[in-house]
């Protein structure tokens, strides 16, 4: 009975993965995958216990009949006899049971090998097809490992049975062996040392990815590698060879002591020729001229490097830029596209505000961090953040198990904010929102089935004119009527039937599923619904990007996910730790362990979208050229579809990946330096500078005391923006990240400087099926080595000791109940102006009531001036002397009763307002009058901050304030 019901569950888990796979119409992936593993779980099975079994019987059946045995063998043969068929196909099945598995999960390597292309280019070293290092290499050294196991195994089984029934016997110091086990035995260790020199003659090859080679200079054979290591495993494979011989000519002639001492050589070999011999080139020789011996090494770890990773010479545009540092009045002319598209809405910490705003009900939830894209509004490319409403079944009031099953099974709506601009009192201001959703991207179906936070399951559907129970939204038009839904798609499997019912109960421990009155001939259970997760699930050999984002896309709320493929064996390549690559203050709680960790190959092959409604997997071979991607291709037939199946709008949303450069910026950290010697002696090694926004600097500078300690700062994540970098003709959407010198650097001193700016074209373009000719181009801005251009830490510390900004930001963070804290943003760091402008939105969240961050002021910071505006207009005009050169999209929108200048606010009130606030059109002279006053007091207030005369300041608000009563007063 238990074995019936084991079964039974095996056999649902199975069912249920080909009923998922059907649905989505990737049978052919979890069928091959069957396939593979079942084969090679028999090939395993067999490999091992056939040997095993055969030694086994060979050493019984040829046993001396008449051998004298010990008092204690005959007990043991005693005991063993009864048995002895079940030992001796028992024992053979289990240990095959073992190696089917551990051969099984092989499957990838194996499909590889059988699906290996050639790539078109040759290591250094040998001049083999970097292909036989990606596809052929691993899989040979896992199969020759495999068989020396099953020989090893076979060799003992053959010497305990030779010694149970009497081959073997130990008289004193004496041991005799029979011709027989000595034939099997001798023959047994021939072959397996056969095999080790097969071993040794492959380990020669590992030495050019293997991380341990290079004496931890560089992935890959340095010197003492090329000049000793391989050699002498071309030594070592011969001598084994040599060593195997001997045992065959022992298995002919009897006589043990040639291969006894053949294998002492071996041993003594392995030891000086493997060991000593390398140890002492590299101390002796190579570490004292290790620059010159190793310069030819470095260099191909150089050049393998960038290859490997799309960082060579020929993807990187390196520019030298000697960034100004004197803010002069107009200095952003020239960059006013560039400017009008800096973002102030920082998308890690707003979420709370979308909540406040956008959320609705205690059900819908958004994600911790909000994601950026980019919509063409009224004929304007716009760079927004967005979220998704997921449903959030912690929050139902009344949580049952039919609740949870049956009525909340989605979430509902987009939500879409201008990443630019900022309404009277510092909230965002959306352009996709509400529930019935209403907006500039007329989304056909906002409803969410499929998403991050989606639960586990679901069952949905039902027959036409059967009252739906889904819950959609609450509260529409005004009615405060419930508005419900049923689920019209193909999006699950069915569980219409009893027997799918009775599975899918016990998948899920659900009692709902099999007796329910909810489940109908036209229900569906929706699971597996993370869109990682189904990406994950239909290209298994994809490493998924850690952060989806959802786009409309054609009318519909689709996710969008990047899959990388990956290798561990490209020759030369430094070898990487993804998840120390991809951490930083965004990640550290999104990673996933991910199952190969360390690796020296990477490429973007793969864009995939999952629609949120249908659950639909789409994969698009992004970079069909990749020879890892082709070999899968081939594995998997008619699973990835071409680039050219990509629609315009698809494409205008589609962005380079977050992952995939901060892979390429831990590289560049590095790798950035092409010449060998300059490379060895590390003076320009770089790093990604931490976070001042999350670390103890930047909680300073907001004069909070929440900082963290010295040993949790996290890196600087990666930030996409709209602009215009040196070699560019026009503005684009980019993501891009800063250096400063390493912390290795000798000058602890300078140790926050900037050194290095790194961006990429992230825009695909809106051509269907055609990406743009810059997507996916890196720039690098190098700064000169006497530079003294503040890095984003040393611009926090600049932040936080100007008194003018730490007096405005003190009466901000009030703190304690009633009171308020300050909450710093990201500090955007942008090439304009011929130097860097740095940007930092503050933001104020309550202590009490109500707690949600609204942008209240605007840092900048330019060389050595700093400021702060209540808007990002007026704070750059005041860093610039008055005049910036350019408008923002938020000027007029500040507090204070200030959003009467040029910006779209209309004084003192909470909304946008519609009037320019020029007063030329209508009103009486005395409006006109006002409005004028509060027009010069404007400026009056902007020319004081630029020359810190808080004085003057504190006299031109009060003017201000005055002016824009009097004109509420004159406009009735």
Known sequence: MVVLLIGFFLFAGLYTDALWFGQLGFQNVLFTQWAAIAGLFVVGFLAMAVPVAVSIQLAYRLRPVYAKLTAQ????????????????????????????????????????????QPVGRTDPQFGLDIGFYLFVLPALHGIVGFASAALVVSIIAAVATSYLYG????????????????????????????????????????????????????????????????????????????????????AIIGRWRL???????????????????????????????????????????????????????????????????????????????TTANIRIIDPAIVQPTFGQFQQFRQYYSFPRRLDVDRYRIDGTT?????????????????????????????????????????????????????????????????????????????????????????????????????????????????????????????????????????????????????PVDRVQKVAPYLTVDSD?????????????????????????????????????????DALAPYVTDQINYMRNSVKATVDAYTGKVTLYAWDANDPVLKAWRSVFPNTVQSISEMSADLMSHVRYPEDLFRMQREVLS????????SWFTGDDAWQTPPDPSASGAGAAAAGTTQQQPASSTTFQPPYYLTMQLPGQSAPSFSLYSTY????????????????????????????????????????LLELPRNSQVQGPSQVQGQFQSDTTIQQQLTLLNRGGSGGSTVRLGNLLTIPVGGGFLYVQPVYVQSSSGSTYPLLRKVLTSFGTQAQIGDTLDESLNALFGGNSGTDTPDAGAGGS????????????????????????????????????????????????????????????DRQLQAAVERAIQAGG
């Open 548 to 588: 989806p984002y959802p786009s409309v896309v054609n009318g519909r709320i689709v996710w969008i996910v990047d899959g990388y493929t990956t290798a561990t064996s490209y020759p030369y390549s430094s070898s990487q730790s993804l998840s120390n690559a991809l951490r930083d203050t965004n990640q550290n």
């Open 897 to 956: 009763g200030s959003g009467s200048g040029s910006g779209s606010g209309s004084g003192s009130g909470s909304g946008s307002g519609s009037d320019n606030g020029s007063g030329s059109t209508t009103g009486s002279a005395a409006l006109q009058a006002a409005l004028q006053d509060a027009q010069d007091a404007l400026e009056a207030r902007q020319a004081a901050y630029a020359k810190n005369d808080l004085v003057a300041a504190a006299e031109a």
């Open 259 to 337: 291969p006894l001492i053949g294998s002492a050589l071996l041993v003594v070999s392995s030891i000086v020729v493997g060991s000593v011999f390398p140890w002492a080139m590299y101390n002796l020789q190579v570490r004292p001229n290790e620059g010159p011996l190793e310069r030819q090494y470095i260099q191909r770890a150089i050049d393998a490097t960038g290859d490997a990773y799309g960082v060579g010479k020929n993807d990187v545009e390196t520019t030298s830029y000697d960034a100004s540092t004197d803010a002069q009045q107009g200095a952003l002319q020239q960059d006013a596209q």
């Open 73 to 116: 063998l005959d007990r043991y043969q005693q005991v063993i006899e009864p048995l002895r068929r079940v030992v001796m196909f028992g024992v053979p099945a289990v240990i095959g049971l073992f190696a089917g598995v551990s051969a099984a999960a092989r499957w990838q390597p194996i499909l590889l090998l059988l699906h290996s």
């Open 740 to 779: 400063i010198p390493s912390q290795n650097a000798s000058d602890a001193e300078a140790r926050g400087i900037l050194t290095g700016y790194l961006a990429v074209d992230a825009d695909a373009g809106t051509t269907q099926g055609q990406k743009r000719p810059d997507y996916g181009k890196l720039r």
């Open 167 to 250: 081959a073997i016997r130990v008289l004193g110091r004496e041991v005799r062996v029979s011709r027989t086990a000595r034939v099997q035995i001798a023959v047994t260790v021939a072959v397996f040392l056969a095999l080790q020199a097969v071993s040794l003659f492959l380990d020669q090859f590992t030495t050019l990815y293997d991380p341990s080679s290079g004496r931890g200079l560089i992935t890959g054979a340095g010197y003492a590698d090329v000049n000793a290591v391989i050699p002498g495993r071309l030594i070592l494979a011969v001598i084994a060879l040599l060593v195997a011989a001997l045992f065959v000519v022992t």
């Open 670 to 677: 590095r790798y950035h330096v092409r010449d060998a010697a």
């Open 382 to 530: 716009q760079d927004a953040v967005v979220a998704v409403r997921e449903l959030n079944q912690d929050g139902v009031s009344n949580p049952t198990a039919y609740n949870d099953a049956f009525v909340y099974t989605h979430g509902y709506g987009l939500v879409a904010a201008y990443g630019n601009r900022r309404s009277a009192d510092g909230a965002p201001v959306f352009f996709e929102s509400n529930i019935p959703t209403t907006g500039s991207l007329n989304i056909e179906q906002p409803r969410i089935y499929f998403g991050e936070d989606s639960p586990t399951f679901s069952v949905v559907g039902a027959p036409s004119g059967t009252r739906p129970i889904e819950l959609d939204y609450a509260g529409g038009t005004g009615t405060g009527t419930q508005q419900s839904n049923t689920y019209d798609a193909e999006g699950g499997p069915s569980v219409g039937n009893l027997f799918n019912r009775v599975v899918y109960a016990m998948k899920f421990s659900s009692d709902q599923i099999l007796l329910s009155d909810a489940v109908n001939e036209q229900s569906q259970i929706l699971y597996d619904r993370n």
